[in-house]
């Protein structure tokens, strides 16, 4: 059974980079047949995706953080890594990981979650 | 972003037929999936691909679509099956977008 578990700091300062790494276990991330996948959900409200990356590093962000993300995979430590510039208090949320299937390009659903993070933006 | 239409809330007593909408264009050529997600937990996938439901998740869960409205049934409810239900698809930009979620109440 594949297992993700998200790691980073829970607390960045307003205008720094937040950056995340989730590890996979069980399963390789070198996979055709999966998309590695960013969910923010802040405090009391619904859920937001970030963005996707394929194991060939083909990625497919959210327009609404385009400008500040970078999402990237080491498939040789078997992780993918999220990293947000220029954050604000709006950033403050729960961060999950997930393997979402692969339908077809770029449509998927997200079969495996992370148990998420908590990260806060506070000066 | 934006977020699909749900209703915030359903109640339903336990035994009876909670249903929960979720409304766009998206849905008239895209599929549907719903998450479950109990309080201070990650969502679980319960519907994927409009009607298929994983193993493991109960019978009681089924989903279906009918235009541009895709609906999660939940039938005989259970007091487990309290919880928040979000709707995804994927848009015509390719951007994946969630409903804004219903609380399912069981009186």
């Known amino acids: 059974q594949v297992q993700l578990q998200e790691s980073g700091p829970g607390l960045v300062k307003p205008s720094q980079t937040l950056s995340l790494t989730c590890t996979v276990s069980?399963?390789?991330?070198?996979?055709?047949?999966?998309?590695w996948s960013w969910i923010r959900q802040p405090p009391g409200k619904g859920l937001e995706w970030i963005g996707n990356i394929y194991y060939s590093g083909s990625t497919n962000y959210n327009p609404s953080l385009k400008s500040r993300l970078t999402i990237s995979i080491d498939t040789s430590k078997n992780q993918f890594s999220l990293k947000l510039s220029s954050v604000t208090a709006a950033d403050t949320a729960v961060y999950y990981c997930a393997r979402a299937v692969r339908i077809t390009v770029n449509r998927g659903f997200f079969q495996h979650w992370g148990q998420g993070t908590l990260v806060s933006v506070s000066s | 972003s934006y977020e699909l239409p749900q209703p915030p809330s359903v109640s339903v007593s336990p035994g009876e037929t909670a249903r929960i909408t979720c409304s766009g264009d998206a849905f008239l050529n895209r599929h549907a999936h719903w998450y479950q997600q109990r309080p201070g937990q990650a969502p679980v996938l319960v519907i994927y691909?409009?009607?298929e439901r994983p193993s493991g998740i109960p019978e009681r869960f089924s989903g279906s679509r009918s235009g541009t409205i895709v609906t999660l049934t939940i039938s005989g409810v259970q007091a487990e099956d309290e919880a928040d239900y979000f709707c995804?698809?994927?848009?015509?930009?390719?951007?994946?977008?969630f409903g804004g979620g219903t609380k399912v109440t069981v009186l």
């Open positions: 069980g399963d390789s991330i070198n996979s055709g047949n999966y998309y």
């Open positions: 691909k409009d009607t």
């Open positions: 995804q698809t994927t848009d015509s930009g390719d951007t994946w977008v």
